[in-house]
């Protein structure tokens, strides 16, 4: 069932375009639409949401994850690629083939957790974690005596 038939209490809001949207909007013209949002707007709209919901089985990885918890709000979405490999095994989202389950386990979550998590990934982890993989390569440097 797409997401946006799913029975849930609250309301549900769109955020962004697309080639698909005209068709969306008259199909469920009961929805919020709040269209492509800069930077800042989509900061205000995540941390007012109680769940971000993530209804794609396809995206490959889902940054949209992360700026959302970075924002405190808990994730639902299917155990696919993506979402699998930004939440993992961590209390920040809800995973499940029945979406409607994930978005009512997400309500369940505190921002803090979300929050918490979202911090693993953040500049400064990443480039530690480079930091971490990095190896000395041996000196490969020939020294020449000349001999006088």
């Avoid at 982890?125 to 000349?146: G, I, M, N, R, Y």
Wanted: charged share 20%; proline share 8%.
């Amino acid at each position: 069932m797409p997401f946006l038939e799913i029975d849930l209490p609250g309301s549900k809001w769109v955020v962004g375009d697309g080639p698909a949207m005209a068709g969306i909007k008259e199909k469920y013209p009961d929805i919020n639409y709040l269209g492509v949002l800069q930077q800042h707007e989509l900061a205000k709209v995540y941390a007012a949401a109680d769940v971000f919901v993530f209804p794609s089985k396809t995206d490959t990885f889902g940054l949209v994850l992360l700026e959302a918890m970075a924002c405190g709000t808990p994730v639902a979405a299917y155990p696919v690629t993506g979402p699998i490999d930004v939440l993992g095994d961590s209390p920040a989202g809800a995973m499940n083939e029945d979406l409607r389950e994930a978005c009512i386990a997400a309500l369940k979550i505190p921002r803090e957790v979300a929050r918490a998590h979202a911090e693993k990934f953040s500049w400064r982890a990443a480039s530690e974690q480079f930091l971490h993989h990095l190896k000395p390569v041996p000196s490969t440097e020939v020294h020449l005596t000349a001999l006088a």
